[in-house]
């Protein structure tokens, strides 16, 4: 069964730093790519960073560009967010995902909580 398994929020100062973590298991993780997600209190859910299966392309938005790092360790089927330069409007649950084309699903974790606050 396919598992996606967030890590490492929590609360931190404006321009503080935070690595998330995505522990991945039940699929071939290193044939696939992998996406943060981010959803804030009465907002839509947004697209922060996505990374290649080999972990050669990635593309971020906008707003974090910059700031944030996605990077994947295929050895140990875990994808990371590194995100410095936080701001207030990062604040949100944070949340890994892969779509499995085969399957025609989306997977997603459980999220995480990052606040950004003083």
């Known amino acids: 069964q396919l598992h996606l398994v967030e890590s490492g929020g929590g609360l931190v100062q404006p321009g503080g730093s935070l690595r998330l973590s995505c522990a991945a298991s039940g699929f071939t993780f290193d044939t696939y790519g992998i996406s943060w997600y981010r959803q804030a209190p009465g907002k839509e859910r947004e697209l922060v960073a996505t990374i290649t299966s080999t972990g050669d392309r990635t593309i971020y938005a906008d707003s974090v560009k910059g700031r944030f790092t996605i990077s994947r360790d295929n050895a140990k089927n875990t994808v990371y967010l590194q995100m410095n330069s936080l701001k207030p409007e990062d604040t949100a649950v944070y949340y890994c995902?892969?779509?499995?084309?085969?399957?025609?699903?989306?997977?997603w974790g459980q999220g995480t909580q990052v606040t950004v606050s003083s």
């Open positions: 995902s892969t779509y499995i084309l085969s399957r025609k699903v989306r997977y």
